[in-house]
């Protein structure tokens, strides 16, 4: 488990390093663009008060692009968190989350704010401050509307590995059998963002493989998936068998993928499946049978290359020791 699941998190801190330096690209751009039209961070803040909110929305999606730039902006993009048009409240919410871990304190209150749509355009925020924001996160996913609890759920997902605290909560909302299915979809999301971090969950997204909802199924064997990779799970496997013969194609496909990452005990089943035209997720199981034999080829390189390197250090240690008793005997 530990090279799938190793290989797993650096695949995803590189696609958070791509996000980030997009991000930053995006945001120079945007502020040369800014700065060449005369748009000042003051003039973007008086926008955000306009009363034709497609002008505020326009203003709280420069100002985000600005990034920390946008600092002085605060004040306004905090007030524009109560703003009547969910699409401004989205985007100053994002604007705050860009500029980082100095706007934490007002994404914080809006997060507490008595009106749900407030607490989930905070919680969205949130999400883009990384392990600044899970503390916070953790305690939006109990929150009494759905709506919030979802949007908790998918920032923890932007979190990564970060959310790893918030695991055990993200396991109860699982486990609770009035939640909406789609928040526990989520929340399974959320898990397999943490990845093998996110191992005491485990249980309870078993369980799941049996809730009546397709989409939430599938993203708990996704999330089973990635946590135990490479873990050669007898028991897990014979599960996702059983959900690669699922009628919903959603959940068939990922036990495909997910069996893939079960490593080298997975290659009969997918490919029978890949040769059975009739079976919906043939095409699935026929790439992931690709992918698994180029992991499995490339880690058996990986051995020998590493086996070889030890070798010659040992020979080079050999003939070290050597060349030093003869200098010695001379």
């Known amino acids: 488990m530990a090279g799938r699941a190793r290989k797993c998190c650096a695949a995803a801190a590189l696609l958070l390093f791509l996000a980030a330096a997009g991000m ?17 961070i003051e003039r973007l803040r008086a926008q955000l008060s306009n009363v034709d909110f497609n002008v505020r929305l326009d203003a709280a999606e420069k100002l985000k692009a600005r990034g920390p730039a946008a600092a002085p902006a605060i004040p306004d993009l905090a007030k524009a968190l109560h703003d ?5 409240r989205e985007a100053a919410a994002e604007a705050l989350g860009a500029i980082g871990k100095e706007a934490w304190s007002e994404l914080v209150v809006a997060a507490r704010d008595p009106d749900a749509n ?26 009494k509307d759905p709506f ?5 759920a998918q920032a923890l997902a932007c979190c990564g590995e970060e ?31 943490v990845g093998p971090a996110a191992e005491a ?15 939430l199924r599938s ?7 990635v946590i135990r990779a ?15 013969g699922d009628e919903d194609y959603e959940v068939s496909a990922e036990a495909a993928e997910s069996l893939a990452l079960l490593g080298e005990g997975s290659i009969g089943i997918l490919e029978k499946a890949a040769a059975d035209q009739a079976h919906p997720a043939q095409e699935v199981a026929h790439r992931a049978l690709g992918e698994l034999r180029v992991r499995l080829e490339r880690q058996k390189r990986d051995r020998l290359e590493y086996a070889a390197a030890g070798a010659a250090a040992f020979v080079g240690l050999l003939l070290l020791l050597r060349y030093r008793q003869k200098k010695r005997r001379a």
């Open 219 to 225: 993203r708990a064997i996704e999330a089973l998936g």
């Open 84 to 88: 009547e048009e969910g699409r401004v």
């Open 148 to 152: 919030v609890r979802q949007r908790a």
């Open 163 to 193: 959310a790893a605290p918030a695991v055990s909560v993200l396991a109860q909302r699982l486990a609770d059998p009035a939640e909406e299915p789609w928040v526990k979809a989520d929340c399974a999301v959320a898990l397999a963002s």
């Open 24 to 40: 930053a690209s995006a945001a120079a751009v945007a502020a040369e663009d800014a700065a060449a039209s005369g748009e000042s």
């Open 230 to 244: 490479d873990s050669d799970d007898g028991a897990l496997r014979e599960r996702f068998v059983q959900a690669l």
């Open 201 to 215: 969950a485990v249980p309870e997204l078993l369980k799941a493989l049996d809730e009546d909802d397709g989409w």
């Open 118 to 143: 407030v607490r989930a355009a905070g919680v969205k925020g949130l999400g883009l401050l990384g392990a600044d924001g899970v503390g916070e996160l953790t305690q939006s996913i109990t929150d």
